[in-house]
């Protein structure tokens, strides 16, 4: 009897710790398929959101603010999503302000496809978007090319240290408003593979994550390579704070609160048609 060879995806994600810890159990091989391969990729989100314009990763990390610009091309994943409940991005700056200063001011932005940028515009439309990779967002604030920041990962958890103020943290803002958790990140799915190849997708992503938060101080451990020079006890908060119940499984809140989401940023004109979520489960 012969079996046929396991298909390959190649699966494109962020060499972040919370990526990392959620993958953790794929690439070491603890978790496998008969009927798919994993290749990674690792790239910064702001170029994954430009690549899947394109199409060109079978499987990969978005940001929920790139969907409408690709859904011709993908699904969203029910596992793997990054949700924020109260917390999320945040806007620093050197001095303290109000989030009514913000109007008019230059803001270093991480992306304009990211969705810390698009909850930006959504809470203050009246701003200059200062456009620089998400690692040099508080080093523009220093050498003042913009008044502040909005900053995306690990500086969430070590702004201070380098002399900032929060001014808005925006997953805390939208769940004041809205009471939904701020969808960040999510996995999507190409519209060309197979429905089955699809499902085993999501049930070895969900089995990746669930393995990792049973397998706390492994993963973790794993996950610090790509923590950047962060230290043990703040890496292991950030990736509590993103890789929870959510990521395990989007449920039933999530595909609401990333459809309102995305439903407001094109009342406001900052996305160009509206779009349906779409889910593989």
């Known amino acids: 009897m012969t079996t046929s060879a396991a298909t390959e995806i190649v699966c494109a994600h962020s060499p972040d710790s919370d990526d990392a810890y959620m993958f953790y159990a794929l690439a070491t091989k603890k978790i496998r398929s008969s009927i798919i391969e994993f290749r990674h990729v690792l790239d910064d989100i702001q170029t994954l959101n430009q690549k899947a314009r394109a199409g060109e990763y079978e499987l990969t990390a978005i940001s929920y603010h790139a969907y409408p610009f690709i859904a011709d091309k993908y699904k969203l994943m029910a596992s793997g999503s990054s949700i924020g409940d109260g917390y999320g991005p945040m806007v620093v700056a050197l001095h303290p302000m109000s989030v009514d200063d913000l109007k008019g001011k230059r803001i270093a932005i991480p992306g304009k496809l990211t ?17 620089v990779p998400f690692d040099k967002i508080l080093e523009t604030v220093q050498e003042g090319r913009a008044d502040a920041g909005l900053i995306i990962h690990e500086a969430q958890l070590t702004y201070s240290k380098a002399g900032f103020h929060n001014i ?3 997953g805390r803002w939208w769940k004041d408003k809205y009471n939904l958790p701020l969808p960040l990140g999510a996995n999507v799915l190409r519209r060309d593979l197979t429905p089955e190849v699809g499902a085993e997708c999501v049930r070895l992503m969900r089995e990746s994550i669930q393995y990792a938060l049973d397998h706390r101080e492994e993963a973790l451990a794993y996950a610090m390579q790509f923590a950047r020079d962060m230290e043990p006890h703040l890496a292991e908060k950030f990736v509590g704070m993103y890789v929870n119940h ?4 989007c449920g039933d809140v999530v595909p609401v609160a990333a459809q309102k989401l995305l439903d407001m940023g094109y009342d406001a004109g900052i996305i160009p048609h509206r779009v349906t979520v779409e889910f593989v489960r």
Do not use: E
Request: charge should be negative.
């Open 115 to 131: 969705t810390a940028y698009l909850t930006l515009r959504l809470m203050q439309p009246d701003f200059d978007a200062v456009d």
């Open 168 to 170: 808005v943290d925006l």
């Open 246 to 249: 959510y990521t395990v499984d």
